[in-house]
């Protein structure tokens, strides 16, 4: 049996006889009348029952029929939908795992802005702690990873990319900063202390037992505040922060279309070192073009921060 032996079948139903769809196909009646036979014989059963007013099909040439206009319409719309895959372009796939950085999600925003309106993708961003990011680009689940390292952290760090196979790429390095309600009593300040912070609530992003060089704020052992908030979600953070008293320890850089006027950056001053942004991969792996271009999103969306003398874009 073939597709083409059960078009033949439907054109005879369709004219009512085999030589006026001999001549639609514009093939010999006899060859027509010898498909007609040989799929009789290859499914032991009669298709076609001739008269003296023509030809009918039986019962099981009924069934038959039903079957073989089932088969074309598969056949039909198996063609037609990977005609259409061929038609479209290739879908993008990008996976980012990331600490809970604005730079992240406006980078995302850059490229989602950017693709034509015709593209096909599947964007992920998990925002997680900062063991995850490393476990997310360890076993492929993120093509990227976006974390931090600390002057405090940075030999702990570099041995768990080495020891993960993992290369660590460095955008800037940033000066901690304050991250405070723009009523917050401090608020007014060119800069602040640590000092200064220890009697407000210091709000903080889970890590649960990890250790805590892999923190997303800054490690600064004389920081033990009496007054500690722990959340996972950056909007839990950001929501207490423009709320409260409390404060965060992070880059300081706060970006117009994700945050709103209600939380501001103070800088840090004292010997507490700098935050060196950067993103993580599989050592050799390829980058892809999406990869490369939400780096250079990235790229901009940091470059606009450093613009600013305050951080602040």
Same mark, same amino acid.
């Given at each position: 049996?073939?597709? %083409? %032996?059960? #078009?033949?079948?439907?054109?005879?139903?369709?004219?009512?006889?085999?030589?006026?769809?001999?001549?639609?196909?514009?093939?010999?009646?006899?060859?027509?009348?010898?498909?007609?036979?040989?799929?009789?014989?290859?499914?032991?059963?009669?298709?076609?029952?001739?008269?003296?007013?023509?030809?009918?099909?039986?019962?099981?040439?009924? !069934?038959?029929?039903?079957?073989?206009?089932?088969?074309?319409?598969?056949?039909?719309?198996?063609?037609?939908?990977?005609? !259409?895959?061929? /038609?479209?372009?290739?879908?993008?796939?990008?996976?980012?795992?990331?600490?809970? @950085?604005?730079? /992240?999600?406006?980078?995302?925003?850059?490229?989602?802005?950017?693709?034509?309106?015709?593209?096909?993708?599947?964007?992920?961003?998990?925002?997680?702690?900062?063991?995850?990011?490393?476990?997310?680009?360890? $076993?492929?689940?993120?093509?990227?990873?976006?974390?931090?390292?600390?002057?405090?952290?940075?030999?702990?760090?570099?041995?768990?990319?080495?020891?993960?196979?993992?290369?660590?790429?460095?955008?800037?390095?940033?000066?901690?900063?304050?991250?405070?309600?723009?009523?917050?009593?401090?608020? *007014? %300040?060119?800069?602040?202390?640590?000092?200064?912070?220890?009697?407000?609530?210091?709000?903080? @992003?889970? %890590?649960?037992?990890?250790?805590?060089?892999?923190?997303?704020?800054?490690?600064?052992?004389?920081?033990? *505040?009496?007054?500690?908030?722990?959340?996972?979600?950056?909007?839990?953070?950001? *929501?207490?922060?423009?709320?409260?008293?409390?404060?965060?320890?992070?880059?300081?850089?706060?970006?117009?279309?994700?945050?709103?006027?209600? $939380?501001?950056? $103070?800088?840090?001053?004292?010997?507490?070192?700098?935050? #060196?942004?950067?993103?993580?991969?599989?050592?050799?792996?390829?980058?892809?073009?999406?990869?490369?271009? @939400?780096?250079?999103?990235?790229?901009? *969306?940091?470059?606009?921060?450093?613009?600013?003398?305050?951080?602040?874009?």
């Amino acid at each position: 049996m073939t597709l %083409q %032996q059960l #078009k033949y079948i439907i054109e005879i139903s369709k004219c009512g006889s085999i030589s006026a769809a001999a001549n639609k196909l514009f093939i010999a009646q006899p060859s027509l009348s010898k498909v007609v036979k040989d799929l009789e014989e290859e499914f032991q059963i009669k298709i076609l029952r001739r008269n003296r007013h023509g030809i009918a099909f039986t019962p099981e040439g009924t !069934k038959f029929l039903h079957f073989a206009n089932h088969v074309l319409e598969a056949s039909n719309t198996m063609r037609d939908y990977f005609a !259409k895959e061929r /038609a479209m372009p290739e879908a993008l796939h990008l996976s980012i795992s990331s600490q809970h @950085y604005l730079f /992240a999600v406006d980078g995302l925003i850059s490229f989602i802005l950017n693709l034509p309106d015709t593209a096909r993708y599947t964007l992920r961003i998990h925002e997680v702690r900062t063991s995850q990011v490393i476990q997310d680009v360890l $076993v492929q689940r993120s093509q990227i990873g976006i974390l931090y390292v600390s002057d405090m952290t940075e030999q702990f760090m570099h041995r768990t990319f080495t020891k993960n196979g993992l290369e660590f790429v460095p955008f800037f390095d940033f000066p901690p900063h304050a991250y405070i309600s723009s009523r917050h009593p401090l608020s *007014s %300040q060119k800069e602040l202390t640590i000092e200064q912070l220890l009697p407000y609530p210091y709000i903080r @992003y889970e %890590q649960g037992s990890d250790p805590a060089q892999l923190s997303e704020e800054v490690v600064i052992p004389k920081v033990y *505040s009496q007054k500690t908030i722990y959340v996972t979600d950056r909007s839990t953070m950001l *929501s207490i922060i423009a709320n409260t008293n409390a404060y965060n320890l992070g880059t300081g850089c706060l970006l117009p279309r994700i945050v709103g006027p209600d $939380v501001i950056s $103070v800088p840090i001053k004292g010997p507490v070192g700098t935050m #060196k942004i950067g993103w993580v991969k599989r050592k050799n792996a390829a980058m892809s073009p999406e990869m490369t271009k @939400y780096i250079a999103y990235l790229q901009d *969306s940091l470059n606009k921060v450093m613009s600013k003398s305050d951080y602040v874009s």
